[in-house]
């Protein structure tokens, strides 16, 4: 019998920093509310959840990281921690997007909404016969499982695919960020 992966998953692309340590087939996991801090509190609370685990980061077989839809700069800091992850620790990191960790273990049809600003949401539908593409929706979400159901459900799928081809986790943005470019000419640097 193949040993059950050890796996840190973890998400910043709400107002929280979520995380989930998948440990012989068992989930911890960690809600930590936050508008905002998210880059400087992350590592230090994946720190402590392996430490109380007994655990370090040599331990892990891989990393999840939720890769959106959702806040812009949330879902940056994610990416950025578990690439850095992967690449220091020479272990595979595996982007889980929000509408995937939605439809963990529902039944089908089902159709994944994520909020939105404005009073608007994310939707994509699974079927039996396939996934639709994630489009952006006039109306407001519908009712949203908590954010411990969503890491664990990105654990256990980041998991599940840990033997696929590595590929590099990617934001899913499902409209441009809010951020324009600066009107103002970019300042003369003087040599």
Known sequence: MQPKPTLLAFD?????????????GQVVTRIDEMAKGQAEHLMPMLEEMLA??????????????GIGPGNFTGIRISLGAARGLAL???KPAIGVNGFDARAFQEPLPFTATI?????QSYAQAFTQNGISPPEQC???????KPAAILISAIAYIAAARLDDPVIRPAPLYIRS???????????????
């Open 138 to 144: 006039e109306t407001p979400a519908g009712p949203q």
């Open 52 to 65: 109380a685990a007994d655990l370090t980061w040599a331990d892990l077989d891989g990393i999840g990281v």
């Open 88 to 90: 220091g620790l020479g």
């Open 115 to 119: 909020p939105a600003p404005r009073e």
């Open 12 to 24: 910043t692309s709400a107002a929280h920093c979520a995380a989930a340590l998948l440990l012989n």
């Open 177 to 191: 960020a809010d951020a324009a470019p600066p009107r103002d000419p970019a300042p003369n640097i003087l040599p």
